[in-house]
């Protein structure tokens, strides 16, 4: 188990459910229930039943719910926030619609809101709907948006969001009601109680983890070699991912 340190670090786990791709079951946590991100409306153009951004069905047969009408202004806007709307946690399955900062949890009774999020130089709605370039948009703007990567963690909220091209993260003391970290993503140097730091893929019990290539654990071992114990120098380059296990720290 790794412990998170002083340099705390941020990353996202993504479900990428698209109407087209009907694949997406959360065993247990929603029983039969199934659930479908449709973010346009090219998928289905002439069936207006099929213009939400989520749907449900029971049988995989037939659409039962529907939740967030589509916006007619940008329901053919190609924009990156269009994706890692879903975020699996322990006890609850997160959704975001795109270009919309509130947190919804998708329950066996429905879908509800869990968290409001507050962006800094938040992308605003009414320059979305002016269809911008999304290139420009996602690199040179001020702005912030695509927020992804929700976990909870016992009383901790992890999130991510995009700035200038950037990822920034925060962690969030729900309990305290405040920020312990927010800030762009970081390698911090290894060290033997922190020798790898990646992306966060999601929560198991009461530990974020991550997997990590081995290719980044072999770089990371280069730069310190003194950090990692004997167990690490059996990975190669062909081996799989590391599955590694984080806890905060404060």
């Known amino acids: 188990i790794t412990k998170i340190g002083d340099n705390i ?10 109407a087209q791709c009907l694949d997406f079951i959360v065993n247990n946590l929603l029983a039969d ?24 069905s029971e049988n995989g047969e037939k659409i039962t719910n ?14 990156g926030d269009a994706f890692r709307q879903f975020s699996y946690n322990p006890d609850e399955l997160y959704f975001r619609k795109r270009f919309i ?3 919804y949890a998708i329950t066996k009774n429905g879908v509800v809101p869990r968290f409001s999020f ?16 999304a290139l420009e948009l996602a690199t040179k703007s001020k702005y912030s948006g695509t927020l992804h990567g929700i976990y909870r963690c016992g009383n901790i909220l992890h999130s991510n969001f995009f700035n200038q091209n950037l990822v920034v993260s925060s962690f969030y003391d729900l309990e305290k009601d405040e920020i312990i970290y927010c800030g762009k993503h970081v390698w911090p140097y290894p060290s033997k109680d922190l020798p790898v730091f990646s992306l966060i893929d999601g929560v198991y019990e009461d530990k974020f983890f991550a997997l990590v290539s081995p290719l980044s654990v072999l770089e990371r071992i280069d730069i310190n070699p003194k950090a990692f114990s004997k167990d ?11 599955l590694v296990f984080y806890k905060l720290v404060r």
């Open 9 to 18: 670090y941020w990353s996202s786990t993504v479900y990428i459910i698209y």
């Open 33 to 56: 229930l199934r659930y479908y991100y449709n973010p346009y409306h090219f998928n289905y153009p002439n069936d207006k039943s099929m213009h939400y951004s989520l749907l449900s």
């Open 232 to 242: 690490w120098y059996s990975i190669n380059e062909n081996s799989n991912p590391v």
């Open 118 to 133: 507050i962006l800094p130089d938040a992308l605003p709605y009414s320059l979305v709907q002016q269809k911008p370039d």
């Open 66 to 79: 529907r939740y967030f009408p589509h916006d007619p202004k940008i329901a053919d806007y190609m924009y």
């Open 101 to 103: 900062d509130t947190v």
